[in-house]
């Protein structure tokens, strides 16, 4: 388990928290297997195993995005619309990925881990947790 939770990462939101923790799961899931797995696969076996975790891994995000976004949009969060984009992006980054990982050139399993794991670790130390901070104190949670 290569990426730890780690409390820098708790809002304090106990659902999103949970989330939080699923997300580092799912990529640690899929870089073990990478680890263990690597020398039994093929070029074409490992390719769709990769398209298989990213997209399994967008999907989590999806509906985490939308449990973000209700809460932000029950408590009239003004930064809802920036935090938004924020999401908008991570999509359009897990779908940069798949196109590389579909394409002719050669590609590392771990670099989409990495760079969604970069992604996550500014995400939810900063806008997340601007947004938690400003849920707390709204709803009392
Ligand atoms: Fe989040
Ligand atoms: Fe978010």
């Known amino acids: 388990m290569p990426f730890v939770w ?3 990462y708790r809002l304090g939101i106990p659902e ?11 990529l640690n899931k899929a870089f073990d297997f990478y680890s263990h797995q690597l020398n039994n696969l ?3 076996a490992l390719r769709q195993r990769l398209l ?3 997209s399994g891994l967008r999907e989590f ?4 995005f939308a449990t973000e976004e209700a809460l932000m949009e029950r408590s009239d969060y003004p930064k809802l619309g920036g ?3 924020e999401h908008a992006k991570f999509l359009e980054i897990a779908n940069v990925l798949e196109e590389k990982i579909s394409g002719p050139g050669a590609f590392s399993p771990t670099e989409w881990i990495d760079v969604i794991l970069h ?7 900063h806008i ?4 938690g901070d400003f849920l707390r104190e709204r709803e009392n949670l």
């Open 6 to 8: 780690d409390e820098k």
């Open 52 to 54: 298989k975790d990213l």
């Open 128 to 131: 997340d947790w601007e947004m």
């Open 42 to 44: 093929d070029g074409e």
């Open 83 to 85: 935090h938004r984009q």
């Open 119 to 125: 992604w996550y670790d500014h995400h939810v130390q």
């Open 16 to 26: 999103i928290d949970r989330q939080h923790q699923t997300f580092l799961l799912l």
């Open 61 to 64: 995000a999806r509906a985490h």
